[in-house]
């Protein structure tokens, strides 16, 4: 009903920078509330951030200050912009929107390393 393509990974050095884009198709006129997480292989998909159609963000704590995420309601986009990486950092991120059920793009993968 909803479909979300993310763009953008991809391998950086530690320290870089690296923009995910996704965008919205379909049945997207009742989508809020979107947002971004990441699973790393072993570990529990995790909230990185969320935006409503105000404006309004929502991010991990241990996030909060290197990455920002932004919202184009105009193009149906929402972006993930991602700065000082670690490699902690590495993993399958995936676009969210808050429809029912929850829809849940592909990922794109984002690796760090020297």
């Known amino acids: 009903q909803v479909q979300l393509v993310e763009s953008g990974g991809g391998l950086v050095q530690p320290g870089g920078s690296l923009r995910l884009s996704c965008v919205a198709s379909g049945n997207i006129f009742n989508i809020l509330v979107m947002g971004w997480y990441r699973q790393a292989p072993g570990k529990q998909r995790e909230l990185v951030a969320t935006i409503n159609n105000a404006g309004i963000t929502v991010y991990a704590d241990s996030l909060k200050g290197r990455f920002t995420i932004s919202r184009d309601n105009a193009k149906n986009t929402v972006y993930l912009q991602m700065s000082s990486l670690k490699p902690e950092d590495t993993a399958v991120y995936y676009c969210?929107?808050?429809?029912?059920?929850?829809?849940w793009g592909q990922g794109t993968q984002v690796t760090v390393s020297s």
């Open positions: 969210n929107a808050r429809t029912v059920p929850n829809s």
